[in-house]
């Protein structure tokens, strides 16, 4: 299945099966309430930042979010949630999803983006341990857990607290 992705940002079409595969992914109804919060969040949703992977049929099979965070005052992107149909899992769909997503940012001007997530899984997009550049968050979570990635090499990560958007409740 591997190289059969197409991606492209959601269209206001693609609302309810991103609901969906975040519902399965995860298997429960948090993280789907979560982008449904973000995307009523003037100041933390993006248009064109929200990236969906479709198979050959077009059905969308994943999701990569990013939206507005801040470490300390300088603005930042967070990553989340990322999310496949468990069906489509380990296909390459998340990838694609994730690097359409940090694309699509870094055409924008974006420079920074936070990660909350699998270790074993973010490094591949060049993510590093956050807590190496002094980017902290203001919550316990495992060290190697918070990952931060600069898009412009001309702009090195700041160091700071990260600051969530408000749906995130961190
Ligand atoms: C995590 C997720 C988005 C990855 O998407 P995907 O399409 O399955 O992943 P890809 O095919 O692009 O990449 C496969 C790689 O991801 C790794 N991977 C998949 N799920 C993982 C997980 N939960 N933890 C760590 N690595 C994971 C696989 O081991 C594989 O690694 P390899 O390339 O070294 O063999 C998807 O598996 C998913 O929706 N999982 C459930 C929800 C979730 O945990 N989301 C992430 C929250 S941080």
Redesign the pocket.
Known sequence: M?GTWTTRAETRADVAAIRE?NRA??GRDE?ADLVDALRADASAWIDGLSLV?TGPDGRVV?H?LLTRCHIDDVPALCL???????E???????????HAALAAAEERGERYVI????????P?FGFGRASAHGIRLGVDVPDEALMALALDDGHPLPTGTVRYAAPFGI
Do not use: K, M
Not at 80 to 86: G, R, S, Y
């Open positions: 591997n595969v992914a995860f993280e992977a994943g990569a989340a949630p990322c999310a496949v149909l468990p489509a899992q380990g296909a390459g769909a998340g990838s694609a999803a994730v990660v909350l997530g699998h270790p074993t899984y973010y591949r």
